[in-house]
């Protein structure tokens, strides 16, 4: 595929597979890897077709009317980079987090690797500090550095 194909197949992930699950089994290939480029109990793990539908559903569920859009694309040979940005209200839980009806704005980047005109591989990142706090889970990260400094200064004292 050429890059422009890639970057086309890449956009309906954003743009077609959320509205339209079908898009999945198109797009997709029989296993996708993906991997996580933050700290989590299990940043890696393999998916398929039918899990990312379930996935989206998942996301709708807890966000609502979820909208996500691209601000940035980038590719190369088999490889595509996505920086985008997301927006929706948390109406259900998450990791644990009863539902705060908060709606929350954050951004991340996505790495896809397409392998015979399917996405095939993954790599993601996110602002999940950003977002745990919006939700009120973290404090404004102000105050976490405020506490840092308050407690590195008692332990000196």
Known sequence: MSIEENKALVRRYFEDAPYNPT????????????????HTPNPNFT???????????????????????IVMMIAEGDMVMVHWM?????????????ATQKEVSFSGVYIF?????????????????????QLGVLP??????????????????
Request: hydrophobic share 35%; charged share 30%; with cysteine.
């Open 140 to 157: 404004e990260t102000k105050e976490i550095i405020m506490n840092a400094r308050e407690r590195i200064l008692s332990d000196y004292s």
């Open 23 to 38: 898009a999945c089994d198109e797009i997709f290939a029989d296993k996708i890897q993906w991997h996580a480029l933050y």
């Open 86 to 98: 997301g927006r929706g209200t948390q109406m259900h839980e998450y990791f644990g987090i009863p």
């Open 113 to 133: 690797r397409i392998t015979n005109e399917k996405i095939a591989e993954v790599w993601n990142m996110w602002d999940q500090v950003g977002e745990w706090q």
């Open 47 to 69: 998916s398929s077709p039918q899990l990312e539908k379930e996935a989206y559903e998942r996301h709708k569920m807890i966000w609502g009317k979820w909208v996500e859009h």
